[in-house]
């Protein structure tokens, strides 16, 4: 393998980003896993076990564990009532996540349905949009959810001219799903969508030449094709819907905790010992849940590729005489703009008025420092300038980081799949479990050779920051870096080019457009960031954009939404970056 | 000018040998055209000689240094792809300078002239602000070819850079090619699957399969003289007869034709190193007639004295269009036997007639206008058969 990796170049700037993670990453997330095992110097299994059998987290399964005798006796007396009477937050947290992936499914496959089969002026700029919910803020979600669901909300505001009354959403379990499923559902559409365009029309055309009726043809053909796809999309819905935070501690509250909110809230009441064992045993359900996911998603690779080419789907006018599909396409629309565009206007809406009406009042109060404020008030200036200066810090860090990433996973070599998996494995830990390991692990310092090393609050966001966004950087380079000639390089090299040489000259060229695409996600991510911001920022001045949303949510609705349209500015515009260089590779 | 040696190279990726035990020398100032179809190791061959691919084992030398530790940028080669790798974030003028920014050009001229110079020899004078994105693929190609050559390399290595062209284009530019190789001098080794290519402009032709050499000679000595069944029915059309000798009359002065044909060495160890015919060793002497038996028919062909010993398996190879059509009722001759005719294909200059003969499809090239139909009697002249170890 000489002939590929004679450079030391890329070993070099490997090792450099696999230290830095080992800084940043890994060694704060492994602190929280010892700290989960060991009580007073002692390694044990007790914290875990304890939660394992406690039936506040892990609901019957406890009873089931410590009591089968009179646990079998309910079952079979009234089965359903007995697994769904008591989840425990656990059980809680897998069932919830399990109800927003049904829901993206359920949200999102009509969606496919309509993009891959009808023609509308728009269609590819919807198309592109639903990869937007990715890079937007999970607590701008959750203002927006609010402004749309909220007691005094758009829907409310609606119900209320029909003469139809008020209902109450908020801190429901349906409102944290229907949030899930915001986010999510997108995701399903877009690998749904995909898969649907991907269909080769011959294929549909043979089994029709061959006798099926057209329902008979859809079931054989297009069913089994779209089906892996929206696998794809409902288990990654269920992972980030079971990892998911901001979304439910503004939108559920305590009252609807997930695991991941209750880690939150240990680590506010400072117990630390539960907080680590709770994350660990999170960490390895997500770890184990996104292997899985990865374990399905290589062994569908190939499934569905005809030989080569292929004829897509002629697509429908979706305007034209009213048929049964089309009034049923018109009502998915409608829910549609309900709960994606709804919460989205609302929030603006909001921002932008007051009792009396039109206003820029909110704008104003975020520009202006508050010298009435008490100390320990959020001041929403900083909170832009500190989002700005994370941003800042975390493009630095992750941009090169996740290049060198891209680079050695796109270089053949044993080992590499190990490599891959570590360098991806932040994407499956939950900013809450990042952030307080940085906190435990360097905030409060580290002894080292006697010196007690600690970092400060700032660089900690910034490195949580930075491990979040990176993954991000990769995952747009590699497929750029790995589709690039290496016939390129190659001409370059034996025309007398260094592989560093070759490297700058004709590779990061070729693919500057993926570095531009991975640095707008970067800032993105970290702008939005707010799982491992909030503990990080917990006591400190460093709060960002989004812990100042949802410190006013509750409070002070209006600033809150014109925090939410500015984190929609920036977000947009690293969308627009996104789309504009992201799909772009290689010219020739 | 440069010459290339490559001693015992193997190159193993797990348990496949893209190549296997391959030897040869290319001369100073040769076309040397690797011939083979795809996968028998010819590219694999190519990127090792440029210094892509690590060999697992054995050696290659331009002139009298090793390039075992010579990285590719420090080897000297020019390098042609197939999709021409042009770099499409650079003009044209860009590209074919890319290699002066790392050597100076040759003959003390600056870079600006020696792109110009490179660009008027393929015929591109003039294009060098376009984007490589804006021209046709022959252009491309050219702008490669010349990209290449603007360091003045020691070695030009072309991958089969004719077969993303149409027919016609193709013809026109090995042409070219052939000239500015042999204007410049420069030892090149090119790598294509189209044996009429490889026949068509190379001063020496490797045929290759399965990782090994099976052949090396001028293009005429692999055309008339394949040392292997594969040669035999790689390189051009051919009828190949299963039998065993049945009968050996030691030489018989009174043949005359000259055909060039001659024996090659019946030893299997010799399959990949060079045949005989290179080596100008031509044997002068010591031809006999020997009649083979080919199911009922038998056959006589006049070959070398290695494989005249009857009861001898042996493979009788004769070219479509050694195949006579035998009109009328001659005398009993030598070497006839009735085909039925199958189908034929007008190829323009000629006619492919398909026969079939004894469970055996045999081919036949006609020049003759009318197309032969039912069954035919056919004849070959022994010396234009060719005798190979079976």
Known sequence: MRGQLEDGLPWALGLGAAALLALVFYYPVAT??????????????????????????????????????????????????????????????????????????ALGVPGAYVLARYEFPGREVIRSLT???????????????????????????????????????????????????????????????????????????????LGASPQRAFRDVVV????????????????????????????????????????????????????????????????????????????????????????????????????????????????????????????????????????????????????????????????????????????????????????????????????????????????????????????????????????????????????????FVVRNLTPLLGGLDRRLTESARSLGASPARAFLDISLPLVWGGVLAGAAFAVAISIGEFDSTVILATGTESYTMPVAVERYLGRRLGPATAMGCVLLGVTSGAFLVVERFGDRGGLL | MTRITVEGLKKRYGATRALDWVSFAVEEEDFFTLVGPSGCGKTTLLRTLAGFEAPTSGEIRFDDASMASVPPEDRGVGVVFQNYALFGHMSVAENVGYGLRFADPPGGVGKSERVAELLDLVDL?????????????????????????????????????????????????????????????????????????????????????????????????????PATRFVAEFVGDNNVFEGRVVEVESGSGDETEGTGEEQESGDPGSKSTESRGQNGTRPTDGRTIVTIEVGEARFRARTAAEHAEAGERVLLCVRPEDLRVETGTKEEGTNRFRARVGSSEFLGEATRVHLDWEEQSILLRTTASATPEGTIELGFDPADAHVLEG
């Open chain 1, 32 to 105: 929280v896993l010892i700290e989960a095992v060991s009580v007073a110097g002692r390694v044990t299994v007790e914290p875990i076990v304890g939660i394992l059998t406690d039936p506040f987290y892990v609901g019957w399964l406890a009873r089931a564990i410590t009591d089968p005798g009179t646990f079998g006796r309910a079952l079979l007396e009234a089965p359903i009532a007995t697994l769904t009477g008591s989840l425990g937050l656990i059980g809680f947290t897998a069932y919830q996540a399990l109800l927003s992936a049904i829901a993206c499914v």
């Open chain 1, 131 to 209: 990869i937007l919910p990715f890079v937007m803020p999970s607590i701008m979600v959750a203002i927006g959810f609010v402004s749309m669901f909220g007691e005094s909300g758009t829907l409310n505001q609606v119900l209320r001219a029909l003469g139809l009354g008020e209902i109450e959403v908020l801190f429901t379990l349906p409102i944290v799903i229907l949030a899930h499923a915001f986010y999510n559902a997108p995701l399903v559409t877009r690998v749904t969508a995909a898969a649907w365009e991907s269909i080769d029309a011959r294929r549909i055309e043979s089994a029709r030449s």
């Open chain 1, 224 to 471: 089994p094709q779209l089906l892996p796809a929206i696998a794809t999309g409902a288990v990654l819905a269920y992972i980030f819907s079971f990892m998911s935070f901001a979304i439910v501690l503004a939108l559920g509250g305590l009252g609807f905790a997930t695991i991941e909110v209750w880690i939150y809230n240990q680590v506010t009441q400072l117990e630390y010992a539960s907080a680590a064992a709770l994350a660990t045993i999170e960490t390895s359900i997500s770890l184990g849940l996104t292997y899985l996911y990865l374990r399905y998603e290589a062994s569908q690779e190939g499934i569905g590729e005809g030989g080569g080419g292929g004829r897509p789907l002629n697509r429908k006018p979706l305007f034209g005489s009213l048929t049964p599909t089309r009034i049923a396409v018109g009502g998915y629309l409608l829910v549609v703009g309900v709960v994606f565009v709804g919460p989205i206007a609302s929030m603006i809406v909001a921002s932008l008025t007051n009792d009396a009406g039109f206003t820029l009042a909110n704008y104003d109060f975020l520009l202006s420092r508050q010298r009435t404020a008490y100390s320990f008030q959020v001041q929403p200036l900083d909170a832009i300038l500190n989002s700005l200066l994370f941003a800042a810090g975390s493009l630095v860090l992750s941009v090169p980081i996740g290049t060198f990433v891209a680079i050695v996973s796109t270089r053949r070599f044993r080992g590499r799949k190990v490599i891959d998996a570590l360098a991806m494995a932040p994407i499956a830990v939950s900013g809450v479990v990042v952030g307080l390991g940085l906190l435990r692990g360097l905030v409060f310092g580290v002894e080292v050779w006697g010196y007690r090393i600690t970092v400060t609050g700032t660089v900690a966001i910034i490195a949580a920051h930075a491990v979040a966004a990176y993954p």
């Open chain 2, 125 to 225: 004078a003039g294009m060098g602000e376009r984007s490589p994105t804006e021209l046709s693929g022959g252009q491309q190609q050219r702008v490669a070819l010349a990209r290449a050559l603007a360091p003045a390399p020691r070695v030009l290595l072309l991958d089969e850079p004719m077969s993303a062209l149409d027919a016609g284009l193709r013809e026109r530019l090995r042409v070219e090619l052939a000239s500015i190789q042999s204007e410049l001098g420069v030892t090149t080794v090119y790598v294509t699957h189209d044996q009429e290519e490889a026949l068509a402009v190379s001063d020496r032709v490797a045929v290759m399969s399965e990782g090994r050499i099976e052949q090396i000679g001028t293009p005429r000595e692999i055309y008339g003289s």
